[in-house]
């Protein structure tokens, strides 16, 4: 028995090993055979999982149902966006005449704490209540931040309203700017390639954070509250501040990545943080497998990289059939989302990939019932 | 003062839909214990179907197409209600709480594409088939439209009532209300109820999917979701699963809007304006949950298990 | 020595009295048996012991301190556990960790020890996991550990939410119909599995239908009827009080 499990854990390290070389390798790989263009979504698709990792922990892990994660992600964008670039010299001349241009490392930690307290304040009514409602307020929360991002340009400048805030300062850490091409090691590493290595490093971080709390203590109590939260209400589990743990927490990751997401682009805008990214980021969460790390990251790789695909194959296949465009690729996407959220839920509740648990679950389903 | 009446009549008007849409939400709540989150894409829908049938029948004399379009609308949103519960709700009524949430939201993007795929992105413009007379009233002015929105949402409310305290039908619905599995074993036919909940529900949304385009004169894909928001917390201000509340509800959020839209400037000092209409229902939803989360009229809810 | 004293409590529902003026205390190491018609309150008693209701008036006492409003969370800190009449386990995880949740009052670990995954969580994970363990196979659960709870058979799961509720160490176990559903010889195992959880020095307080059950294993009986306590007492004095007889077992024919 000890040498079997042995092997299982020098079989792990191995696959770990593995992964992490393959992970390293790939962005020369996307560069080389795919081209640069592909990377840089690939870095998207690497924010997108790292949202789709957070709003796990709060869908998956909690079971609740957050319609309005985005509005968190907002709000680490915005966070970078004005403290980081010089648009609040247009607000208040006289305080900043050159705006604001805070270190990343000084506005990434004050971002997540924002995120996650406001995650507190909208919770904490809403989360002792029964779940639908958090439902409910998260989206009007989500829509609120946008009808401020919106109109908070007059009569002070904050947000510059719908054109958004743009010439946003690259990341840049211990002197090394993420902007420019750098030599590390002898190796040449584009931008595109040091945000990939920034983005794996915080996406590695909430996998790890992830992991870690899913077999805790914390973690046991957040899925006795998604299972049945009056039998863990009998456990002596505190239900409400656990419930706004996960939240806060999960709005905290959102915030993260936000700031990651201002800094890459450069640009923010209220566009992009309407109801149907939060949709997405959920779509992802759902379709990879509820509560299921890797399911949600292969929930998130294909999601982000569907639009993609369908904009390299729906446009020229519409052109070569009809000669023009029917359907633009973009609300295809969306009815393909609402679609996939209905019969993964109707007929693989557990999602693409399942965790190990919840694949014996299945299986065991499938066989007749010993005790009956 | 006349601007304080004017914004009373403009809420009331505004309120009158809100109502109708959140008896929609009320109703399934009070049945099933579940938010349709799809029930604002209802009223979308219904505007959207009543506006093509209305350019279909443009050679017809008004009083024949616009209630003939009503008709269809009408017809079209139930039957839309009824396939959204049979498809999306029906096999998930014993599944986690969180399953049917997930297919609703599901619902509501695909009824949202769907209608971008068929009318597009822009906005649509409702016809005017009546001249719209102003009425003034103190210094306010109410137009042929808004009356008839008012008037006509108030006798669909009453014979709503009407349908739930003095039919067998209406018995049954309460009695499911109260208790599904003694209901059934009654003899109630559960399905059945809820089936015809969704399309009441559905025909209402549809009702006021056409009163809101015809007040504004505009529909548009995405209208059903702010509009769904908003009756949604006009429902849980009155007392979700309370039908009396989701009409009191309407009307008070109706009033709580316009009155806030048309003030927030002086109240703030010129800092926001009107555009910030939007938020008050938001404010509202979370004023009530914290304060009386079973709402004006409901029982209490969080205690319920 | 009283654990729990109740009195004067009430409880409404709308019009409905669920409970009228109930007042009874159980010492401690009693088995202490509620039993009463169907629909005479005695789930609602129970839940307003456990804190899912709060009674509209009167007194709690448990441990010698007062509760006035206390949640589920807080009673079941202070050391009550409950079993569900409609088994409440947490269906989709194992029957260890079903259990090892059971832990959760009685640990401490919080996230930054989880995320740092230090010593003294690590010990108390594996003494969780120690205990978890022994407690499954106290109430003889033969199956594996991992089964998940949706998995096992009706008298398995029974018996799982009370290895869930023992591992909460609790002062008082209050067990809700445990021996619903199960035959004769089940029933015996439970009635030896509760002798055994009273002579370990826990309290229990059993609501059952089985007559027979409570009268054999309690030591004092309380009869509700319509929200009311129509009686209270050693089973046998209970057994021919004509009030019980005329409300409870007349009814019923027995």
């Known amino acids: ?372 | 003062m006349e601007i304080f009446l004017q914004q009373i009549i403009n809420g009331l008007v505004q309120g009158s839909v809100y109502a109708l849409v959140a008896l929609g939400y009320t109703m399934v709540y009070g049945i099933l214990g579940l938010i349709n989150f799809a029930h604002g894409e209802v009223v979308m829908m219904g505007a959207m179907v009543s506006l093509s049938a209305l350019s279909l029948m443009a050679g017809l004399p008004p009083l024949v197409s616009l209630p003939l379009s009503l008709l269809l609308a009408v017809a079209f949103c139930m039957l839309l209600g009824y396939g959204i519960e049979r498809i999306a709700y029906r096999p998930l009524r014993h599944a986690p709480r969180l399953a049917p949430l997930i297919t609703a939201i599901g619902v509501s993007i695909v009824l949202q594409n769907l209608a971008m795929l068929i009318w597009g992105r822009d906005y649509h413009s409702f016809p005017q088939l009546f001249a719209n007379h102003a009425h003034r009233m103190a210094g306010a002015i109410i137009n042929d439209i808004q009356l008839a929105i008012v008037v006509a949402a108030f006798l669909m409310m009453a014979g709503l009532m009407l349908v739930v305290h003095r039919t067998r039908l209406g018995r049954a619905m309460r009695a499911v209300a109260e208790n599904q599995h003694a209901a059934q074993l009654m003899g109630v036919d559960v399905n059945r109820v809820v089936s015809v909940t969704f399309m009441m529900g559905s025909a209402l949304a549809a009702v006021a999917g056409v009163m809101v385009s015809a007040n504004y004169g505009l529909a548009h894909y995405y209208m059903g979701f702010l509009l769904g928001l908003k009756a949604f917390t006009a429902a849980v201000l009155g007392g979700i699963g309370n039908l009396r509340g989701a009409m009191l509800g309407g009307l008070l959020l109706g009033l709580i809007e316009s009155l806030g839209a048309g003030y927030i400037g002086d109240i703030t000092g010129g800092f926001m304006g009107s555009q910030y209409q939007d938020v008050f229902a938001f404010l509202v939803l979370i004023a009530v949950l914290i304060f009386r989360p079973s709402g004006l009229l409901g029982e209490r809810l969080a205690e319920r298990a | 020595m009283k654990l729990l004293e109740l009195s004067g409590i009430g409880k409404r529902f709308g019009g409905l009295n669920a409970l009228t003026d109930v007042s009874l205390h159980i010492g401690r190491g009693e088995i202490y048996g509620l039993i009463g018609p169907n629909g005479a309150g005695k789930t609602t008693l129970f839940n307003v012991i456990t804190g899912l209701y709060q009674p509209d008036s009167g007194e709690f006492n448990f441990n010698g301190k007062r509760y006035r409003a206390a949640k589920p969370h807080v009673l079941a800190g202070a050391g009550i556990a409950r079993t569900f009449q409609n088994i409440r386990l947490f269906a989709n995880l194992t029957a260890l960790e079903n259990v090892m949740i059971g832990r959760h009052v009685r640990t401490r670990s919080g996230v930054m020890g989880s995320i740092m995954n230090s010593r003294a969580m690590r010990l108390e994970e594996k003494a969780c996991r120690d205990k978890a363990g022994e407690l499954l196979n106290l109430v003889g659960l033969k199956k594996p550990h991992q089964t998940l709870a949706k998995n096992l058979s009706y008298g398995e799961q029974r018996r799982l939410e009370i290895a869930r509720a023992l591992a909460m160490e609790p002062l008082l176990l209050a067990l809700d119909e445990p021996a619903a559903g199960m035959n004769a010889t089940e029933t015996e195992n439970l009635k030896e599995l509760i002798e055994g959880i009273r002579n370990a020095g826990i309290t229990v307080l059993l609501i059952e239908h089985d007559v027979k059950l409570i009268m054999g294993l309690c030591d004092r009986v309380a009869v509700l009827d319509y929200g009311r306590k129509i009686a209270e007492g050693v089973p046998d004095e209970v057994r021919n009080d004509p009030q019980v007889i005329s409300a409870y077992l007349g009814v019923d024919g027995e």
């Open chain 1, 1 to 372: 028995m000890p040498n079997a499990h042995e092997a299982g854990i020098f079989k792990r390290q191995r696959r770990r090993i593995l992964l992490a070389a393959i992970l390293l390798v790939l962005p020369f790989a996307v560069d080389g055979i795919l081209g640069r263009g592909w990377l840089r979504i690939v870095d998207f698709a690497m924010l997108y999982i790292m949202l789709a990792l957070g709003l796990n922990i709060v869908v998956g892990y909690a079971g609740l149902l957050d319609l309005g994660y985005i509005a968190f992600f907002a709000v680490g964008a915005y966070c970078y966006a004005l403290s980081a670039s010089p648009h609040l010299a247009l607000a208040f001349p006289q305080l900043f005449p050159d705006g604001v241009h805070l270190s990343f490392l000084i506005v990434l930690p004050a971002a997540a704490l924002l995120a996650g307290g406001m995650g507190v304040l909208l919770g904490a009514p809403t989360l002792k209540l029964r779940g639908d409602y958090l439902a409910i307020v998260t989206l009007g929360f989500g829509e609120i931040i946008r009808i401020f991002m919106n109109n908070l340009n007059a009569p002070v400048n904050l947000t510059n309203g719908p054109q958004g805030i743009s010439r946003i300062d690259p990341i840049s850490i211990a002197g090394l700017s993420l902007n420019a091409t750098q030599r590390i090691f002898g190796i040449t590493l584009p931008s595109v390639h040091l945000y990939f290595y920034l983005f794996l490093c915080f996406a590695g971080l909430v996998v790890f954070v992830s992991q870690r709390l899913e077999k805790s203590r914390i973690g046991r109590a957040w899925m006795a509250i998604r299972e049945d939260e009056i039998a863990a209400s009998a456990m002596g589990i505190n239900t409400r501040n656990l419930k706004l743990l996960a939240f806060a927490m999960g709005a905290a990751s959102g915030g993260i990545s936000g700031t990651l997401f201002a800094g890459f682009q450069g640009f923010v805008s209220p566009e992009s943080f309407s109801l149907m990214e939060s949709v997405m980021v959920l779509c992802m969460v759902v379709l990879g497998g509820m509560g299921h790390i890797y399911g949600v990251i292969l929930g998130g790789l294909l999601l982000a990289l569907l639009p993609e695909l369908l904009r390299h194959s729906v446009l020229p296949m519409q052109q070569a059939l009809f000669g023009k465009t029917i359907i633009d690729p973009e609300s295809l996407r969306m009815l393909l989302f609402g679609i996939a959220l209905i019969l993964v839920m109707l007929y693989r509740p557990a999602g693409l990939w399942p965790s190990r648990v919840r694949r014996r679950e299945l299986s065991s389903d499938e066989r007749p019932d010993e005790t009956a």
